[in-house]
């Protein structure tokens, strides 16, 4: 009985000094180990007279749980310690440079043309192509312009051949004209794409872009265009008003033909689009001319409807804030960082068109 | 074409002010460009008061003059005239002004060692009156109170120019756009007042049009003006012509431009007298030649129309008058001619000689041929006006009748294409104002048009003309309807933009390069394609269509390099060219990497770019998309600006049926030749158009989920092989043993040198083995291992390093 108080007694004490991982181990083998104190006393336990068996085996276990609990409280107290005391060693200076990544970025016309695609996507429009190089026929003739008429004048063309029959692409029209004879009525594409005129000066480019628009079913009207555009125009600039004004104007492959104007102001230098007084032309449209869809063997007694050409790189400009139009396309590494789009940008309708 | 509100109010009476009418031509489809104040020339003249004379100490006739021009300090002017005296009110000229008289522009300058800062005037110099015998002198009490104002009031008219679309040459003179804004309810359109000419004589000048194919004058009017004297056009008519910013030069001249720009109706002034033996309207022989009266020699082609005499050419009909019969100031007779010459006869030859003139411009769009007369008799009224004269009768040649159309119209059709009603009483109103004559037959009404409208043809040119007048505003928007019935891109066009963000996603920006290049860099890509030229380049060095983007992509990334950029990453996905026809074109996305990863990273061990980085770009983005990569399948033929042993091409099989991409160093050649410097250069090609569409879509691409829970097992193997031996085909080797339980193998080395024979090299590989029906045992795992061993070892000669 005495042995067991004194076992404990001794034990308590020597478990309150400050021990390290191996000390406290020592005092378990001590007490628990094959031979050790309390192990001991366990085996007396047969010895012991059967009356006092039971409160023998009660104080022994007792004693037992009493120390075993402080041990391995006592362990895990110096566990804790001991990691504590290595993850202080192995700390690093936080703000060190990361690995080194790069950002690729998309450029601002793709992206544009992105956000365009998905906005006329909303209304119905599917994406339609065409080639860059052009004959004669589809970029002009079939298009109400014959070669003998002064429009031409207006379109600065390369040439291919000498004959003249083959030409870069002035506007993305033909796209119409292919689309027209390669399926039937109704139709309702946009067309976004490469155009070229041999034209080059701070605000032309010899290459640019264009998206055309094509609706064309039984009933569609100057309402249906201008409410399209509206559209359009709001959606893309992501304002809830806009200022848009249609003037009568002259295509050869639309009539009647209209200019659209969108109101803006400059405020701080910068362009505000939707308010102010001042206009900014931003696209040719009309309802498609009947002898362009004669052209294309559409019969104009069923069907009718309207086109409209947008320059993108304009649009880019006038959204993004880009005074330079020749910067497009002169891949300087910082413009394009300046201007690019993280990749992960994906222009939606859930998501909205730019952040 | 240029108008100014006076001119307008000529032939508009109106209530509306200048802004107004601006806002209004821009309404109605005459988009007014810009209106601005025209400067003039004679805005710096000040009245002046001369303060003070004195001798000029180096010449006795002149003085020097201190001249208050109403600033602080007065001015010095050395003067000659013996009028100049203190207290003299002059109209002083400063430097920089320009002398109308003999258009002299002012310096300071010495005159005999005295600085002189500018002039006082005579009226002579300032074309007011001759009198140029001494500085004018201005009345005291009524100039006083104006010392250093403007002596000339100054305009305030605004020179309106307006863009004519080529539709519209009716709008090319003044009543023409005044009639329009009469139609559209702006004003009045005046009646064009004409006096009565006492025409006794015959025209004697005999005028023919010679009867050939391709003749390109149609009707040729002409008035001949006997005893003419030719000056100086009065003020009122010099204004007019200045006013559009044009140059006076005589009043026949002058008169002939006037009624151009006034009524659209070009004339031609000939001086009789040097017309020999009456004028023949014909088609030129190719190699005559003329000089115009721009000064230039012109050698003609066949069948231009030409007006000539007996003894050659005097003129390129409707387009430019010749140096030999054109009219000066001691012309006496003159002949004025008032034609219509074909718009495409016109338009050809002016295309060929390379002539624009504003006669050209207008008969290339139309002129009405029916102003024949009125041309020739506001002519004759004017030149007898000015000049004096006889006026002889009209001669009018005609060779063609041209006829005035005439159509249809269903009134119906106009709320058809726009959208809104307009009653037929308004349209008439409308149409009439524009010069139509409109019957009602029935529902239709029937329409003739007007002589000066050749543009209109149909019923949609009606529908333009009226809804352009009656407002654009008033179509009524029509809500876009939210709706799809076939998807917006095409699987070609996602797979465009796919791979577009994805490569984008790999640290490449996005750039946008001509489709032409220069034809130099062009050729380094050229291979077996054909070059393609462009005839008319917009400048040397972009004079071909590219048929690789890497000659643009190459240009772009030297000339960043020359900007102090080492680590550059750039591509572009767009069109290459293989040919002149449409449709010879193709997508490709092309990228270039040059310099280093991790360049001064404290962290990682910088390295060259190379090409296992460009082979990942590749495979990346095709695995990505979509392709497996277990079936990609890559060999290392590849075109000639590539490094030969450094580069390959991808294909989605082992089938090889297309070329979907090429990766790897550019030839150092390359670089040498373009003069890039750069620690290192790799790049890729992915063929959009060659790579074969998955059919599958997004949602049954996922095949059933099946997966193992058993053991999986990892051995690892080391052949020595051949040295040419390629890796692809050995994996294959150890994939093909069994499919079923060889999930996965890994290189994880390759050695070369002490203790492998030279020829050979060494391959270690992880091989990861699980079934999915049972835990293998070992005794399976040895045997499997066994399988491998003795697979590789038949099939390529290898022998496992034990």
């Known amino acids: 009985m005495s042995d067991i108080k004194k076992i404990k007694d001794e034990f308590l004490l020597k478990l309150k000094e400050n021990l390290n991982l191996n000390q406290v181990n020592q005092i378990k083998t001590d007490l628990f180990g094959k031979n050790g104190l309390v192990s001991s006393q366990f085996k007396k336990l047969g010895a012991i007279a059967e009356d006092e068996r039971k409160k023998f085996a009660s104080d022994l276990n007792s004693v037992k749980d009493e120390l075993q609990n402080i041990i391995s409280s006592k362990v895990n107290d110096i566990e804790i310690k001991e990691i504590n005391e290595k993850l202080e060693k192995e700390k690093v200076d936080i703000t060190l440079p990361e690995r080194p990544f790069v950002q690729g970025k998309i450029h601002p016309v793709s992206q544009v043309i992105d956000e365009i695609s998905s906005i006329f996507s909303e209304i119905g429009f599917s994406v339609e192509e065409g080639p860059d190089v052009e004959n004669e026929y589809n970029n002009f003739t079939a298009l109400n312009t014959p070669d003998n008429h002064p429009a031409r004048d207006m379109h600065d063309t390369f040439y291919l051949d000498d004959k003249k029959e083959l030409l870069l692409r002035t506007h993305t029209s033909p796209v119409q004209i292919r689309t027209m004879l390669k399926d039937k009525p109704p139709f309702k594409i946009i067309a976004p794409g490469r155009t070229y005129r041999s034209d080059s000066d701070q605000t032309h480019a010899p290459m640019f872009h264009q998206v055309e628009g094509l609706h064309i079913d039984k009933d569609i009207n100057m309402g249906h265009l201008k409410g399209c555009l509206n559209y359009f125009i709001k959606e893309f600039f992501e304002v809830d008003k806009i200022k848009m004004r249609f003037r009568p104007s002259h295509f050869p492959f639309t009539e009647p033909s209209a200019e659209v104007d969108i109101g803006y102001k400059i405020k701080d230098g910068k362009i505000v689009i939707g308010e102010g007084n001042k206009w900014l032309e931003i696209l040719g449209c009309g309802m498609v001319h009947p002898n362009v869809l004669k052209n294309v063997k559409v019969d104009t007694t069923k069907y009718q409807g309207y086109a409209f050409g947008i320059g993108i790189d304009r649009l880019a400009m006038l959204k993004y804030g880009i005074n330079d139009l020749r910067a497009f396309f002169d891949c300087d590494y910082r413009w394009l960082n300046h201007f690019g789009f993280d990749p992960l940008d994906v222009p939606s309708n859930y998501r909205g068109l730019s952040r | ?802």
């Open chain 2, 1 to 802: 074409m240029k108008i100014t509100t006076n001119w307008l109010k000529d032939h508009l009476d109106t209530k509306l002010n200048e802004n107004q009418i601006i806002d209004k031509l821009t309404d109605i489809g005459l988009e007014v460009e810009s209106a601005d104040i025209q400067s003039s020339e004679l805005d710096s003249f000040l009245v002046a008061k001369i303060v003070k004379t004195e001798k000029h100490p180096g010449a006795d006739r002149l003085k020097v003059c201190d001249v208050d021009i109403g600033i602080k300090n007065s001015v010095k002017v050395v003067c000659g005239a013996p009028n100049a005296r203190e207290g003299l009110l002059t109209i002083y000229a400063p430097p920089g002004a320009t002398i109308p008289k003999n258009q002299m522009k002012l310096v300071v300058s010495k005159i005999r060692g005295v600085t002189s800062y500018g002039m006082l005037c005579s009226e002579s110099e300032l074309n007011l009156s001759n009198e140029s015998d001494g500085i004018t002198e201005l009345l005291s009490e009524k100039y006083d109170a104006k010392i250093g104002k403007n002596y000339f009031p100054k305009s305030n008219l605004k020179v309106i120019d307006i863009s004519i679309t080529p539709n519209r040459a009716d709008c090319l003179g003044i009543r023409g756009i005044a009639r329009d804004l009469s139609a559209a309810g702006s004003g009045k359109l005046k009646n064009i007042k004409s006096e009565k000419l006492t025409q006794k004589n015959k025209q004697k000048i005999n005028i023919k049009i010679i009867k050939e194919k391709n003749q390109g004058c149609a009707i040729f009017g002409s008035c001949l003006i006997t005893g003419v004297k030719n000056t100086e056009s009065p003020n009122w008519l010099k204004e007019k012509i200045i006013s559009l910013g044009q140059k006076p030069i005589s009043a026949i001249v002058d008169v002939t431009n006037y009624i151009m720009f006034d009524l659209n109706r070009p004339l031609h002034a000939y001086d009789a007298d040097k017309i020999d033996r009456g004028i023949i309207v014909r088609n030129s022989k190719k190699g005559e030649t003329f000089k115009a009266l721009d000064n230039k020699n012109y050698k003609l082609d066949n069948d231009m129309c030409v007006i000539t005499d007996n003894s050659g050419i005097l003129g390129l009909g409707g387009i430019i008058g010749g140096t030999r019969s054109g009219t000066e100031l001691d012309t006496k007779n003159v002949l004025i001619e008032a034609a219509y010459f074909s718009p495409k006869s016109i338009r050809k030859t002016s295309k060929v000689l390379n002539i624009d003139t504003d006669a050209k411009f207008r008969f290339e769009r139309g002129i009405d041929p029916l102003s024949i007369e009125l041309g020739l008799q506001r002519a004759a009224e004017l030149i007898k006006k000015i000049c004096g004269g006889e006026v002889s009768k009209f001669d009018i040649q005609n060779f063609e009748k041209i006829k005035n159309n005439s159509i249809k119209f269903d009134p119906l059709l106009f709320e058809k294409i726009t959208g809104f009603k307009i009653d037929q009483k308004e349209m008439t109103k409308i149409l009439n104002g524009l010069g139509f004559e409109v019957k009602k037959e029935k529902k239709i009404m029937a329409l003739k048009v007007p002589s000066w409208r050749s543009d209109i043809e149909q019923e949609i040119d009606i529908i333009e003309e009226l809804v352009r007048i009656h407002g654009y505003n008033k179509i009524q928007i029509v809500e876009p309807e939210k709706s799809r019935d076939k998807p917006t891109l095409n699987n070609k066009q996602k797979l465009f933009h796919f791979l577009q963000r994805s490569i984008a996603s790999k640290g490449f920006l996005e750039t946008i390069t001509w489709s032409f290049t220069d034809s130099k860099i062009n050729q380094l890509f050229i291979e077996n394609n054909k070059e393609i030229k462009i005839v008319n380049p917009i400048s040397s060095d972009l004079n071909v269509l590219r048929n690789s983007i890497f000659s643009n992509l190459i240009i772009y990334l030297n000339k960043n390099l020359d900007r102090g950029f080492k680590d550059v990453s750039l591509f572009e996905i767009g069109p290459t060219f293989s040919g002149s026809q449409p449709g010879q074109q193709e997508t490709v996305a092309s990228g270039l990497r040059s310099g280093k990863i991790s360049r001064l990273s404290w962290l990682e061990k910088d390295r060259l770019v190379d090409v296992f980085d460009v082979k990942k770009d590749v495979i990346q983005s095709l695995v990505e998309a979509g392709f497996s990569q277990n079936k990609l399948y890559i060999d290392d033929k590849t075109p000639s600006y590539y490094h030969p042993g450094k580069s390959g091409r991808v294909f989605l099989s082992k089938d090889k049926e297309k070329v979907i991409a090429f990766f790897g160093e550019i030839h150092p050649n390359i670089l040498k030749k373009i003069d890039i410097k750069t620690e290192s250069l790799v790049g890729f090609e992915i063929f959009l158009d060659n790579i074969k569409q998955t059919k599958k879509s997004l949602n049954n691409q996922k095949t059933q989920y099946q997966y193992s829970d058993f053991q999986k097992s990892e051995r690892d193997f080391a052949f020595v092989i051949d040295k040419n031996f390629q890796v692809q085909e050995l994996i294959e080797i150890i994939y093909d043993v069994d499919k079923n339980l060889i999930k996965r193998v890994r290189v994880f080395d390759i050695y070369e040198g002490a203790n492998i024979p030279e020829d050979k090299k060494s391959i270690a590989l992880n091989v990861v083995i699980q079934s999915s029906k049972k835990t293998l045992k070992d005794e399976d795992l040895d045997r499997i291992n066994q399988v491998i061993i003795s697979k590789v070892e038949e099939k390529t000669g290898a022998k496992i390093r034990s």
